[in-house]
């Protein structure tokens, strides 16, 4: 029966490709604004543009409505105006512009339009076909659909807030809060946070989002944990545009801070920003005694060029011993936890070369000494190049391609179980992987209703490098160093 039904969701899932694979129309254009966390419009340099809600001048824009008006500016499965061939009442919405296109549901909307206050969500459910069968029932050092021919619940996540706004003069006050059940929870906790709230293997809860804010004139002060700025990807599976994050996210980048976070908006084009934190994905002392640094940078070039930089420092765990600490961790007892000292900045360029077509370039580098073995020095870093178009206003597709190099075998491999998810269940290879992860992604995002959407990417990953002192290779249960994956995904919004 398990076989059944996992089967016939993965076809219905499958039909939601098909509008997808319909030719290119020509279309009136969409631009690629985003909202950030607290729902402020703004041009992100990171995270997922096609989740876009609003202009950059606070236009209201929506995904598609379930249903629009089919004339000759509609085109149809066959080539027939109007509607789609013989489903006969959807339209294929050529040539309509977002903002035609109806607003979406939400789950609590403020009475005033100009209000500061904000609450959303989705439900996020995700099937990975692994042609493979692995019998660890693992896709390798693939994460968030790290599970094999499996059903997940992603996320089921809920936040809310006020944002905070000057217009550069006054004061103002402001906070959010976001949290979220699923398999995700796995890789955004935190040390100290939800490390003793008895998660699953699984499936458990996690708050990437806690935090107030004050703002006076240009600046802006967080205090609490926040999710952080770093890189492209970030937490939140509908906030990026596949279900799957890179290997740069998950193995070379912090996914949240606690600490105090501020930012001067030096002018329009120019941000800046400093925090003194716990150090990376931690709260208290609980997994790391020593507090941690983060600079960050925005430059918004023009209407077309954006780029932004963040650099983080401070003293991280090692599995070397070295600086041993006194106390014990949720994973070991005193003495069985060294850290050291670890660099790590990541660089993010972004380029719209035309209203529906959007380029990014990302690099990362980090460092850290004693990291593996005494004496050792290791390194991770690598470039992320995306591509992505709005074929219609109710299909995108995206490419990507990464290249990973993990020098000394640090960072791929077991993460779980970890300090903040200390029941969570994960890959059991490595780290030991002294070699280049390299991986392509590529597939569309189709909306069906302004409040649902459902993603299709196909990943072909491959390792080129030494193998740990186990000898299992990182894919299909240790056997292989190369791997293809379909994940299938769908995303109710509200």
């Known amino acids: 029966m398990k076989r059944l039904s996992r089967h016939v969701w993965l076809a219905a899932l499958c039909a939601a490709l098909c509008p997808g694979l319909l030719r290119a129309q020509n279309s009136p254009g969409y631009p690629y604004y985003s909202m950030d966390a607290n729902g402020q419009a703004m041009v992100a340099p990171a995270s997922a543009y096609y989740t876009s809600t609003t202009f950059a001048g606070g236009e209201e824009t929506q995904a ?7 004339d000759q500016s509609c085109c149809g499965m066959f080539g027939h105006a109007g509607q789609l061939g013989p489903f006969c009442h959807m339209c294929w919405p050529c040539g309509c512009k977002l903002a035609d296109m109806g607003e979406a549901c939400k ?4 009475c005033c339009e100009d209000s500061q206050w904000s609450m959303n969500g989705w439900l996020a459910q995700s099937f990975t076909w692994n042609p493979y069968s692995p019998a660890d029932r693992f896709n390798g050092p693939v994460t968030w659909t790290d599970r094999s021919n499996e059903y997940q619940m992603n996320e089921l996540w809920l936040g809310g807030g006020r944002v905070t706004k000057t217009d550069g003069c006054g004061w103002d006050l402001g906070g959010r809060v976001d949290a979220f059940y699923g398999t995700n929870y796995r890789w955004d906790t935190s040390a100290g946070f939800e490390t003793h709230w008895g998660n699953g293997a699984f499936y458990g809860a996690a708050v990437p989002n806690a935090y107030l804010e004050a703002a006076y004139n240009n600046w802006t002060v967080k205090a609490g944990r926040f999710i952080s700025p770093v890189g492209y990807y970030t937490v939140g599976t509908a906030q990026n545009f596949f279900p799957v994050i890179p290997y740069t996210y998950q193995y070379g980048e912090p996914f949240t801070h606690t ?15 400093g925090a003194i934190t716990h150090g990376w994905d931690d709260t208290d002392n609980t997994g790391n005694p020593h507090a941690g640094g983060l600079l960050n940078a925005t430059w918004t070039i023009d209407q077309q060029r954006s780029l932004a930089w963040v650099g983080v420092i401070g003293n991280e765990p090692n599995l070397s011993g070295v600086n041993a600490w006194s106390h014990p961790t949720p994973l070991g007892g005193p003495f069985s936890q060294g850290y050291t000292a670890r660099y790590f900045q990541t660089l993010v360029y972004t380029r719209k070369f035309s209203d529906d077509v959007l380029g990014v370039l990302q690099s990362d580098f980090g460092t850290q000494h004693d990291a593996q073995a005494v004496g050792q020095t290791a390194k991770w870093y690598g ?17 990507n391609a990464e290249w990973f190099r993990d020098q000394g075998g640090f960072r791929v491999g077991q993460v779980l179980p970890s300090f903040g998810s200390p029941n969570g269940r994960g890959l059991a290879r490595g780290p030991g992987f002294d070699g280049s992860f390299y991986r392509f992604t590529f597939g569309p995002r189709y ?8 993603r ?12 740990p002192a186990s000898g299992l290779r990182p894919y299909d249960a240790g056997a292989k160093n190369y791997q293809q994956l379909l994940v299938l995904d769908a995303v109710l919004t509200y």
């Open 259 to 273: 600490g105090v976070w501020a930012q001067n908006k030096l002018s329009d084009q120019l941000t800046v920003g």
């Open 447 to 454: 909306y069906w209703t302004p409040n649902f959407y459902s």
């Open 456 to 467: 299709v990417a196909f990943l072909a990953d491959w390792y080129d490098g030494k193998l």
């Open 383 to 399: 470039l992320n190049s995306y591509l992505y178009w709005n074929m219609t206003c109710r299909c995108q597709w995206g490419a």
């Open 64 to 70: 598609p409505a379930e249903s629009c008006q089919c």
């Open 107 to 110: 789950l609590w909307k403020p």
